[in-house]
């Protein structure tokens, strides 16, 4: 899978949108772009995943520039749980590897 | 909503001890995974097994096996624990990989001290 590039940290105000950033400019044809962030003392989850088009669930929303080479997860109005780790991973469409994590972004949320 | 259970939140073992982590999954899901997560080292994937009785192994499997005999549990077995096994061990779940959009599913995660 190709490599992504977060910023270690980032902080936000409450209940402002946040846009948290990934480059990943070796991405292929066929990679999906995946989001999952990881609370205090819990497991990852899932937040949202895409391929080329601009995606939106209740969670959050992904904008994907036109080349690909980057995305942007956007948190629309920021909670104090939203304070997380955030993983940005590509994941191909062929092979049977597993989800491999870098460092992510830790988000800090101030109230 | 999906649901991978992890049999012990927080476990303290001895040196030398054979520890068992089991772990649950409610989807039917065809692949299982276990990683470590230490700090300043992010996750590292130990095993995986996309069947029944298989399994791969991941980046430090060292130290470690696993058993698949039923496809809703993936046990990680630590044959003799060492102080380096302390860690915290995430399972997670998903059905076939080659479809890349599946989500993968953790469970909370099992906090492993070995004195």
């Known amino acids: 899978d190709a490599k992504t590039t977060q910023p270690n940290s980032m902080e936000s105000n409450e209940e402002e949108p946040v846009h948290l950033p990934c480059n990943h400019s070796?991405?292929?044809?066929?990679?999906?772009i995946h989001w999952y962030r990881q609370l205090p003392s819990q497991g990852p989850e899932y937040v949202i995943h895409?391929?080329?088009s601009n995606v939106n669930n209740r969670m959050a929303s992904l904008a994907i520039a036109e080349d690909r080479k980057s995305s942007t997860l956007i948190l629309h109005r920021a909670t104090l749980r939203d304070a997380a780790v955030y993983y940005c991973?590509?994941?191909?469409?062929?092979?049977?590897?597993?989800?491999?994590f870098g460092k992510g972004t830790r988000l800090s949320v101030i109230a | 909503d999906v649901k991978v259970t992890q049999s012990s939140r927080y476990l303290v073992k001895r040196t030398g001890e054979k520890v068992f982590l089991e772990c649950v999954q409610d989807?039917?899901?065809?692949?299982m995974f276990w990683y470590r997560q230490d700090p300043g080292l992010g996750l590292r994937l130990i095993y995986f097994?996309?069947?029944?009785?298989?399994?791969e192994k991941g980046d430090i499997p060292e130290g470690y096996s696993v058993s698949r005999e039923k496809k809703e549990r993936f046990s990680l077995i630590l044959e003799s624990a060492s102080t380096n096994q302390t860690s915290m061990y995430l399972c997670?779940?998903?059905?076939?990989?080659?479809?890349?959009?599946?989500?993968?599913?953790f469970g909370e995660g099992s906090w492993l001290t070995v004195v």
């Open positions: 097994s996309y069947d029944v009785k298989m399994k």
């Open positions: 989807m039917d899901h065809e692949n």
């Open positions: 070796t991405i292929s044809g066929t990679d999906y």
């Open positions: 991973i590509l994941r191909g469409l062929t092979g049977n590897t597993p989800l491999v």
């Open positions: 997670a779940s998903s059905s076939n990989p080659r479809i890349s959009g599946n989500t993968i599913y």
């Open positions: 895409g391929l080329t």
